[in-house]
């Protein structure tokens, strides 16, 4: 074999023991994102539409569902808890919303349910959710169609300080999960990856409905 022959083979050894650091990496990270999502019970709230009024009045609504929530939710053990806990509770979580609508003049409906849905990667509160599949309590306010807001229900970080929700954080999450919500999306190429491989595995679902 010629000295050309063997550089091109070490380089390319050498590129693929690399690619298989990085698949492996990005296999681990995956794992772990995946991992996050079925610990996570999220809370969506659909503004009715973008006016300065609808978006307005959704925070109201907000400050109502958050203020319940200590009731409904901490005494949950887990996500499975939480989630059944929604379910139970979405009528007197809609009762919740339709009396800060009809105190601030508002008369389009209210829906709540637990339902499983997309979310893009998002950073609240210091963290970072990774992009997937999350199950989570939605509060359609009208018609949807404005600006939503979100947070994490459960472990319950809505309304935590800074403090409570990083003791949240630690005691929900292990050691390699807690590095993922840490990291900073913007200088974390697998949360692209991992947002990218989702959104292509709905657009493959959807060809096939």
Known sequence: ???????????TLTLAF???????????FQRECREIREDVLRLHILA??????????????????LAESGSLFNSAADKTSAREKAAENTGRVEKLAEEV????????????????????????????MPAGWYDSLQIVLGEGEGHNWWC?????LCISAAEKAQEEL?????????????AEPQYEVRFFL???AGKIGNWLGSLSD
């Open 170 to 182: 630690e005691e929900s999450f292990t050691e390699e999960e807690l590095r993922v919500l840490e």
């Open 48 to 65: 009715n539409s973008d006016s300065a009024e609808d978006q307005a009045v959704k925070l109201l609504v907000r400050d109502r569902i």
């Open 1 to 11: 074999m010629t000295k050309h022959g063997e550089k091109f083979w070490i380089l």
């Open 18 to 28: 690399l690619l298989g650091i990085l698949l492996d990496s990005f296999s681990l």
């Open 152 to 156: 994490v229900l459960y472990p319950p």
């Open 101 to 128: 609508l009809a105190e601030e003049g508002f008369s389009y409906p209210v829906t709540a349910k637990v339902t499983r849905q997309f979310f893009d990667t998002r950073v609240y509160d210091g963290f970072t």
């Open 194 to 196: 991992v947002e990218l």
